[in-house]
């Protein structure tokens, strides 16, 4: 069982940049890939990112590119997501997922994942 949290939400400003955190307190979490999925209001669960296990790999939704930037703690127990110029189309409910054993790299569906965090909101001002 891998618990997640996120942190890190909050207001911004069009233009402005945010960090996203997920935590895990769990010794297994340096097996498992780490996705960033969002949702916004009356909408489905977006693929942003995700992140090998290692660190070593990492692959983008179309929302993310060249914007977004996603990495894995020096400990390796935790995984960001560095949000730059973002826009009131970035506005969503941000979740970080661990990866179900057997899915392949990369995973960019929600199925691909066993594992959700609670989520933590990000707001867009124009």
């Known amino acids: 069982q891998v618990q997640l949290v996120e942190s890190g939400g909050g207001l911004v400003q069009a233009g402005g940049s945010l960090r996203l955190s997920c935590a895990s307190s769990g010794s297994t979490f340096l097996t498992y890939a780490i996705g960033w999925f969002r949702q916004a209001p009356g909408k489905g669960r977006e693929f942003v990112a995700v992140?090998?296990?290692?660190?070593?790999?990492?692959y983008y939704g179309d929302p993310a590119k060249g914007r977004f930037s996603i990495s894995r703690g020096h400990a390796k127990n935790s995984a960001f997501l560095e949000m730059n110029m973002v826009t009131p189309e970035d506005t969503a409910v941000y979740y970080c997922?661990?990866?179900?054993?057997?899915?392949?790299?990369?995973?960019?569906?929600?199925?691909?994942?066993?594992?959700w965090g609670q989520g933590t909101q990000v707001t867009v001002s124009s």
């Open positions: 992140v090998s296990g290692g660190g070593g790999r990492t």
């Open positions: 997922a661990a990866h179900r054993l057997g899915a392949t790299w990369p995973m960019t569906n929600s199925a691909d994942f066993a594992y």
